[in-house]
């Protein structure tokens, strides 16, 4: 009886070793990341605000961005390219190892850019898209969110993607977008004809 109530006892102490394995490796352990102040990155300070809306896109292979120009091109709207301070290596492997790295440490890498925060409190409408790396967008995307209170603005979000879902990446940006009202957009390939027909159903088409 001893042994049987022993071998009970490993099963449930191993079970709840892999169940706080896996939860540690999702970055929540990692201490909250602080956007860095606006004197100690760059600013784009050419960029003006020309409406209400703006396109915010990260693309690696530009299938990303030929989605959002057309975005840009149906909405009207203005656009900002966010890039990382340090490229990613050109090769594909490579890219996803570092891709990898910062999000199971939960990095936010700075950015070439930045856009004013004055020129932010602008837009109460923003679509903001990227390709999906390792089930959520890449970690460029939540250093951008993280910069600015979006307090009251409409995000529409909008992905690339060979099979992961959009929906797998709507909680992290929800959580690193705080205040803001994040909408699930659907996730596109390059030229695709849904594009305009969801712009259509948000009542966005340029007129």
């Known amino acids: 009886m001893k042994k049987v109530i022993i071998a009970i006892v490993l099963v449930i102490l191993t079970a709840f070793t892999f169940t706080f394995a896996a ?3 999702n970055g929540g352990d990692n201490p909250p990341v602080l956007p860095p102040n606006e004197d100690e990155v760059e ?5 003006t605000a ?3 809306i703006l396109v915010v896109y990260f693309s690696k292979t530009n299938t990303t961005q030929s989605v ?3 975005i840009q091109e149906l909405t009207g709207a203005d656009i900002f ?5 340090e490229p990613y290596p050109d090769a594909y492997t490579p890219t996803t190892e570092v891709a990898k790295e910062e999000k199971d440490n939960n990095a936010r890498p ?3 850019t930045y856009l004013p925060k ?3 409190e602008r837009y109460d409408t923003i679509f903001l898209g ?10 460029p995307i939540l250093s951008f969110l993280n910069f600015y209170d979006l307090s009251g603005k409409t995000i529409y979000t909008f992905c690339t993607a060979a099979s992961s879902p959009i929906s797998e990446s709507t909680a992290d940006i929800r959580s690193n977008a705080k205040g803001a009202n994040v909408v699930e957009g659907r996730k596109f390939s390059r030229n695709d004809s849904g594009i305009e027909s969801w712009i259509n159903s948000l009542n966005l088409l340029n007129q």
Do not use: Q, Y
């Open 118 to 120: 004055e020129v932010m």
């Open 110 to 112: 700075e950015l070439k």
């Open 43 to 47: 600013i784009d300070g050419n960029f």
């Open 68 to 70: 959002a120009l057309k």
């Open 130 to 139: 990227f390709p999906i790396w390792w089930h959520t967008a890449p970690m």
């Open 81 to 85: 390219e966010v890039e990382r301070k």
């Open 23 to 25: 939860c540690s490796n």
């Open 50 to 52: 020309t409406g209400n």
